[in-house]
Structure formats: structure tokens, C-alpha cells
């Protein structure tokens, strides 16, 4: 809820009950609800109140993620609210238009809270993201997809414990904001998608199945300068996109719908009605994301090492110790860091890299510039074994924040370190 003076959102984490399945019930944790969560609207300078109650019977944290908040409010694994504790935070929205989200993170346990349905949308608007003309018809247009993949045993059960695995939970039925076999209807005009890969581990690679295009036009943090035409877009755990798909021009006789690259599934039909939508359209310039020269010639200054699977996986030869700092950094200093997967004898995995309270610039990808949809902020990024990503990254704010891989599992196996920002 909302009024002129003052914005103060009631967050609060919840168990209940969520028929997944017709006619069969299972337990499940949410956000203002039984399962999922909300979508936390935000506009660039707001002062935002949050008032968080765990209502849960175990500990938990509120973690913005992407968002440009301090070590404070960041809700990291040391900001745990007890069962039946609240805690009421705030901070002023000081990035860019976006579509972010928010997720527990305590320590050892954020993978099975986040598989048993904590995590919600946050949108971030500012008068650039108005008057780009892009789809935004909340519902209609604009839409909000959170995929993620979950295991049910046989009596229809979300089972946490019975669907883990160490590598990360990978899920043979795949939720589409929390719905099974869900179809969107949508009009012959732009719709615009915003993507999320809230799974625990599994990467998604989306495409139509009719093989056409579409644009992508905002990464993690922000809008690409240019939109990007691409025919499929991979996210691993954690990363966002929007994309715009022209329903106008796309063949509607054909059955259409976004399917999963990997195994030729289909995850969401589409159901074009014959109505014309509004007349939205995709500037050809949308922001003024720009790397400096300067930026370009910083040296390296933090380097991490991503190494392992299961429960060896360790950041820098080491495993996560919240009494640890790893790293110091000064608030309002770009630094370099160079990120390394280091394969092992089997070759190795992709570790999603994450890091809190920041949004970063892609510098390149084993000494090459980062492809034309990487050219934008980001908060994560996909780094395949014996690959080096080099970022620059800017804390504006102080306090302590977590870098971690965003498989869950290897988060929760100590798959992270720390910068203190001071
Ligand atoms: Cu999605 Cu530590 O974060
Ligand atoms: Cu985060
Ligand atoms: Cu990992």
C-alpha cells in the first residue's frame, strides 16, 4: 500500500498451503500469501519503508536482490529475523528502471526456502522507462514470469529434502509463477516479458518454437543502449531479461509458445486473440549504459576463483565464514575483478556469480568484449568452466555484502565470500 508521503510496504514470509496440482494441496511458503510473492513496485528517488515479518517457524532474511541498498538493509545471512520477529527497514531507490527480485538468505537453508516458494518480482520505474513507449500494461503486456523447475513425489508433494541434490534441486515440472501448464493469452501487438530464472540451479535457455526473433531490451540492472535481436536467451539461476516479442507480425495460425532449448518442452502457449493491441513500440535508443576508457584500464584488483561441485565447491581455495571478511573495498571506488572458473578433472560446471548491493559492467569474457546483450548492467553472470569475466563494480553504499555462485545448493555449501564496504 501506498500514499503521497510515504511508502511503506507489510512484506510478510508466510507458510499456507498451494493446490499445484488440481484437487491435491501441498505445503508451500510465500510472500503476502501461500506461495511466491508480490510484485514490490519502486520509483528511482522514493524513500521506501518495508516493514518484514517472519511468520515462519524458523529463521530467515529479506534479501533485495540487485537492489542498490546498504550492507544494513541488504538482508544478507547475518540480518536474521527470528520466527514471529519483524523488522522494519529503509532506503531510498537510487538506480535506474529495472526489474529485480527478492529472496531469504540464511545461512544454509536459503536453497530450500527459496524451493518451497519464497521469492517475489521487485520493478523499478523512473521517467526514462515511461517514455521509452515500450508494453507496460501490467498483466496485459508487460508480464512477469518467474520459471522455476520443482520435484513432486508421488502424492503430488513439494518434498524438499527428497528433490535435493548437492550440484543444486534440478526439478523435472516446471512453474511458471508458481502455475502449472499455464498459457498466456496476449493480443497481435508487442508484448513485453519479463524474465526471471528463480530456479535453484538449472539454467533455462528460451526460444519460440517457431524459431522466430525477438528483442531483448533490459538485462539485470537496467535497459541495453540498443535493443538486441536475438532467437534464444540463456539465463542461469538468478539473472533477469526483458524481452519484447511482435505478436503482430509473428505467423498466429502457427501454435506459438516459449520453449525451453534444452529438451524441446514447452513452457509457456500462447494464445493470440484477433484484437489489436496498443500501438507500443521499441526506441532505438533506450539508455546511455557506457564503459569508460578509464574504467578499461583499471588493473585487477580482487580476483575469484569458482571451483568444485557438490559440497567441495569453495570461492578462493576457501568455504563461506560469516566471521570472515574476504575482501575490502572503499563506497564510491569502480575496482576490477576478475572472476575465474577453475575446471576440475571432470571439467567442471557453470557457477551463476552474484554479488549483493551492486550493479556491474561486463568488461569481457576471456579478453573479448561481452556479447551485445551483455553490454548492460548486471548483477550476475553465467561463468562456464576455464572462463575469466572481468567486471567493474561500484559499492555506492557501505556495509557488508555476499558474492556467491547462485546454484542455491553451492551457496549453501559455503559457496561465498564477503566485501566489506567502508
Ligand atoms: Cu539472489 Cu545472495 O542472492
Ligand atoms: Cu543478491
Ligand atoms: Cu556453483
New binding site residues.
Given amino acids: 500500500s501506498d500514499n503521497e508521503e510515504e511508502l511503506v510496504y507489510t512484506v510478510r514470509a508466510q507458510k499456507g498451503e498451494t493446490e499445484i496440482f488440481d484437487g491435491t494441496k501441498t505445503k508451500t511458503y510465500g510472500y503476502n500469501g501461500s506461495f511466491l510473492g508480490p510484485v514490490l513496485r519502486f520509483e528511482k528517488g522514493d524513500t521506501v519503508k518495508i516493514r518484514t515479518i517472519n511468520e515462519l517457524d524458523e529463521e530467515t532474511t529479506f534479501?533485495w536482490?540487485g537492489l542498490e541498498v546498504s550492507g544494513e538493509e541488504d538482508g544478507?545471512p547475518h540480518s536474521v529475523i527470528e520466527p514471529g520477529e519483524e523488522k522494519l527497514i529503509e532506503f531510498e531507490v537510487t538506480q535506474e528502471a529495472s526489474t529485480l527480485w527478492f529472496?531469504p538468505?540464511p545461512d544454509g537453508k536459503t536453497s530450500e526456502q527459496v524451493y518451497n516458494g519464497l521469492a517475489g518480482l521487485i520493478y523499478i520505474e523512473d521517467d526514462n522507462s515511461r517514455n521509452l513507449g515500450l508494453p507496460d500494461e501490467y498483466g496485459k503486456n508487460d508480464i512477469p514470469l518467474i520459471f522455476q523447475d520443482k520435484t513432486f513425489d508421488d502424492e503430488k508433494q513439494l518434498n524438499y529434502s527428497a528433490a535435493m541434490n548437492e550440484d543444486g534441486t534440478i526439478g523435472d515440472t516446471s512453474l511458471i509463477n508458481g502455475t502449472l501448464n499455464p498459457k498466456l493469452t496476449v493480443n497481435k501487438e508487442k508484448v513485453r516479458l519479463r524474465l526471471l530464472n528463480g530456479s535453484n540451479a538449472r539454467n533455462y535457455t528460451f526460444k519460440l518454437n517457431t524459431g522466430d526473433s525477438f528483442v531483448q531490451v533490459a538485462t539485470d540492472g537496467g535497459f541495453l543502449n540498443e535493443p538486441v535481436t536475438l532467437n534464444e536467451i540463456t539465463l542461469t539461476p538468478?539473472e533477469r531479461a526483458e524481452i519484447v516479442i511482435d505478436f503482430s507480425q509473428l505467423n498466429t495460425e502457427d501454435e506459438l509458445a516459449l520453449i525451453n532449448e534444452e529438451d524441446g518442452s514447452t513452457l509457456l502457449p500462447f494464445e493470440v486473440s484477433d484484437q489489436s493491441g496498443e500501438d507500443s513500440s521499441i526506441p532505438e535508443e533506450m539508455n546511455d549504459f557506457s564503459i569508460t576508457e578509464e574504467e578499461r584500464n583499471l588493473p585487477v584488483t580482487k580476483e575469484v576463483e569458482l571451483f568444485g561441485m557438490m559440497d567441495q565447491v569453495t570461492i578462493n581455495g576457501k568455504k563461506f565464514d560469516p566471521d570472515r571478511i574476504d575482501f575490502t573495498q572503499e563506497q564510491g571506488v569502480t575496482e576490477v575483478w576478475e572472476i575465474y572458473n577453475k575446471p576440475d578433472d571432470m571439467g567442471g560446471m557453470i557457477h551463476p556469480f552474484?554479488i549483493?548491493g551492486a550493479q556491474f559492467k561486463i568488461l569481457s569474457r576471456n579478453g573479448e568484449e561481452p556479447p551485445e546483450n551483455e553490454r548492460g548492467w548486471k548483477d550476475t553472470i553465467s561463468v562456464e568452466p576455464d572462463e575469466t569475466v572481468k567486471i567493474a563494480i561500484q559499492f555506492k553504499n557501505k556495509g557488508v555484502y555476499?558474492f556467491?555462485c547462485?546454484i542455491l545448493e553451492h551457496?549453501d555449501n559455503g559457496m561465498m565470500g564477503q566485501v566489506k564496504v567502508e
Fill in positions: 534479501h536482490h544478507g529472496h538468505h538468478s552474484h549483493h555476499m556467491h547462485h551457496e
